[in-house]
C-alpha cells in the first residue's frame, strides 16, 4: 500500500467534498440530532459508498492500461469544469441546499434512530457524487484500492466531522465559491498527471 496515493487521494477527495452538499447535509442535521450520532451515521454511509466506488474502481482496472487513464483523465477534466461552473452561483445554492435537508429532519431524533435517520439521508444524497466518480478513477490509475479507500473514506469522514463540529463557522469565513474553484484546480492537476502518464506509457 502506498502513502502517496493515501495522501493524494485524500487531498483530491477533501478539496472536492469540502463544497459539496454532503457538507451541509451534515450541518443541518448535526443541528437537529446529537453531533457524534449524525457523524457516525454519515461515517456509516460514506464506508458503504466508498467501499462501492473502490470495488468498481478494481473492475476497471481489468481494462486496458490505456483506455482506464484516458477515461479517469475525462472523469477528472469533467469534475474540473462541473466545479468550476458551479463555483459562481455556489453562494445562492448553500441557503437552498439547508433548506432541503431541514426539511427532511424535522422530527428531533436520538440514540439509534438519530444514526439511522443520518445513514439513509446521507446515503441517497451521495449516489454519483463527484467523489463517487474520483475514487473510482483514483483505484483505475493507481491500482492500490486499499490507499485509495482509505484516503476516501478518511476525506469523506474528515468533511463530516468539520460539518458537524465547526461547518456554521466556517461558512461565514470562508466563501464556497473559492472552495469550488480550489477543487476545479485540483481535478485540472490530477487530469495533467494522468494525460502525461498516458502519453510517457
Given amino acids: 500500500m ?12 477533501f478539496v472536492v467534498e469540502l ?5 451541509i447535509a ?24 466508498t467501499l462501492l466506488a473502490v470495488t468498481v474502481g478494481k473492475a476497471v482496472t481489468f481494462l486496458p492500461t490505456d483506455v482506464v487513464h484516458a477515461v479517469a483523465a475525462a472523469i477528472f477534466l469533467v469534475g474540473a469544469f462541473l466545479l468550476a461552473r458551479e463555483a459562481p452561483r455556489a453562494d445562492a445554492d448553500e441557503e437552498e441546499a439547508e433548506e432541503e435537508f431541514a426539511a427532511k429532519a424535522k ?9 439511522l435517520a443520518s445513514f439513509l439521508v446521507l446515503f441517497a444524497a451521495e449516489w454519483g457524487d463527484l467523489s463517487q466518480l474520483l475514487t473510482i478513477s483514483l483505484v483505475g490509475k493507481y491500482d492500490e484500492p486499499v490507499a485509495v479507500f482509505l484516503g ?22 470562508v466563501r464556497l465559491s473559492v472552495i469550488h474553484y480550489i477543487g ?6 490530477l487530469a495533467a498527471i494522468t494525460v502525461y502518464d498516458l502519453l510517457r506509457g
Fill in 184 to 189: 476545479a484546480a485540483v481535478c485540472l492537476m
Fill in 152 to 173: 476516501a473514506w478518511g476525506a469523506l469522514v474528515t468533511v463530516s466531522g468539520v460539518a458537524v463540529l465547526a461547518g456554521r463557522y466556517l461558512l461565514r469565513h
Fill in 107 to 115: 422530527e428531533p431524533k436520538t440514540g439509534w434512530a438519530a444514526v
Fill in 19 to 23: 463544497p459539496d452538499k454532503t457538507f
Fill in 26 to 49: 451534515a450541518l443541518v442535521l448535526s443541528t437537529r440530532y446529537r453531533g457524534v450520532l449524525v457523524w457516525a451515521g454519515v461515517s456509516l454511509a460514506f464506508l458503504v459508498q
Fill in 2 to 13: 502506498s502513502p502517496s496515493v493515501v495522501a493524494l487521494t485524500f487531498a483530491a477527495i
